[in-house]
Structure formats: structure tokens, C-alpha cells
């Protein structure tokens, strides 16, 4: 079955900087991958897909790419702000016939004013 | 657009008795939802996915007789959790996906606790 892989580990960097997160995947291959984000006590609001056939993507302050040969996406804010906090899901769709989706346990980003 | 209600925002219910969480699209067709359920510091866990006019595929170890979930419309689809016990317990989610490969659009999720 999909596995992913992101740091459950809290990541903390200051306002200002580009913070970077990271998921990896292990099996196949799948044909878009998508980012979230969740605050405390919320559902997921998607952020970014990407599909298997593009290596980024950009939305304002965020960028997605998606190295299907290291099976691995990474997750750009730059100047981040401490509004910018929260907890950032990958998801990738694991097939089936109703486009269904799995996700990882997320990495919780704190922008540091 | 594209906004996903989900009603009650949290419950408390005692330990026996059932719940009815309800999950509407409400300015776009549904013909699939997802519900999910999240434990504290984990991922979301798919639970089944529910379509409009037929039974939902549950996952494996999912037990459908304990989380009936009927979709009645391209609309609305609601989870019922049965004979409700304290390890039910837990943050239940609901996402809609309109057609093709459009992301999922999620409810605001409830917050059950049992008794």
C-alpha cells in the first residue's frame, strides 16, 4: 500500500524566511499529489495540486514540486508569516474508482514573529 | 464556492446511544464523499466513501454496521455512528470532490466524545 512520509516533527522558523517542508512516498508513483492545510479543530483546506507531468507549481507566496524519480514533493512559503502556522497534509490519490485520496500525518509549521 | 457543511461542529453523547453527524455540499454536486476519521497528532484515516444513490465502500477494518452512512442526495450524506462506545471518541470529517481530478473540499469536522 502508499506510504507517506512527512515530518511529524514541529518545524519552527522565523517571519520572513521560506519555510520548506517535505513528503516522500514509497511505491508507485501517483498521477497528482496535492497539499492542505489544517488548523486545530478545523477540516483540511486545500492549498496546491500537481499533477505527475509537472515538476511546479506556484500559488502566490506557496510552490509545490514533485520529483516523481525520488518520489518526493516539497512544500514552499516563502516570507512567511506567523499567520502561516498551521499543520500542512500531503495527500496522494491512492486509485480506486472513486479517486480516493490518503494522507500523511502532516508537519506543523510555527512562524516565529 | 465550493464550500462543504458539516453539522454538529462537536457532540457529547453517552455511551449506547447513536449519532448522526451530517456532511452537505452546498453549492456543488457531490456523487462522492469521503469521511474520515482523526485521532489526536494523526493523519486523517479514510473510512469510506459514500455515493450518491448506493452503498458506500467502507475500508478495511471498518465496521459498516457500526458507521451507517447513506448519501440520499448529490448533496447530503450522513454518518451514523451506532451504539456509540468511549473509543469512538475521536474528530470525524467529511470531504466532497465535485468531477474529474478537483481536489477535496472538507467540512469544519465534529467532535464526538463519548461517555
Known amino acids: 500500500s502508499q506510504k507517506i512520509e512527512q515530518n511529524s516533527e514541529a518545524l519552527n522558523i522565523q517571519e520572513g524566511k521560506t519555510a520548506t517542508l517535505t513528503c516522500n512516498y514509497t511505491n508507485y508513483s501517483p498521477a497528482y499529489l496535492q497539499w492542505y492545510r489544517q488548523d486545530p479543530g478545523r477540516g483540511p483546506v486545500f492549498l496546491l495540486l500537481?499533477?505527475?507531468?509537472?515538476k511546479e507549481k506556484r500559488k502566490e507566496r506557496l510552490k509545490v514540486t514533485f520529483d516523481t524519480t525520488l518520489k518526493q514533493s516539497l512544500f514552499h512559503i516563502t516570507a512567511s508569516q506567523p499567520a502561516d502556522s498551521a499543520t500542512y497534509l500531503c495527500?496522494?490519490?491512492?486509485?480506486?474508482?472513486?479517486?480516493?485520496?490518503?494522507f500523511g500525518i502532516g508537519t506543523k509549521l510555527q512562524v516565529i514573529p | 464556492g465550493a464550500v462543504v457543511s458539516q453539522h454538529p461542529s462537536w457532540v457529547i453523547c453517552k455511551s449506547g446511544t447513536s449519532v448522526k453527524i451530517e456532511c452537505r455540499s452546498l453549492d456543488f454536486q457531490a456523487t462522492t464523499m469521503f469521511w474520515y476519521r482523526q485521532f489526536p497528532k494523526q493523519s486523517l484515516m479514510l473510512m469510506a466513501t459514500s455515493n450518491e444513490g448506493s452503498k458506500a465502500t467502507y475500508e478495511q477494518g471498518v465496521e459498516k454496521d457500526k458507521f451507517l452512512i447513506n448519501h440520499a442526495s448529490l448533496t447530503l450524506s450522513t454518518l451514523t455512528v451506532t451504539s456509540a462506545h468511549p473509543e469512538d471518541s475521536s474528530f470525524y470529517i467529511c470531504?466532497?470532490?465535485?468531477?474529474?481530478?478537483?481536489?477535496?473540499?472538507f467540512g469544519n469536522g465534529t467532535r464526538l466524545t463519548v461517555t
Open positions: 470531504s466532497a470532490r465535485g468531477r474529474g481530478n478537483s481536489p477535496l473540499h
Open positions: 500537481i499533477r505527475e507531468n509537472e
Open positions: 495527500a496522494l490519490d491512492i486509485g480506486g474508482g472513486y479517486q480516493k485520496v490518503t
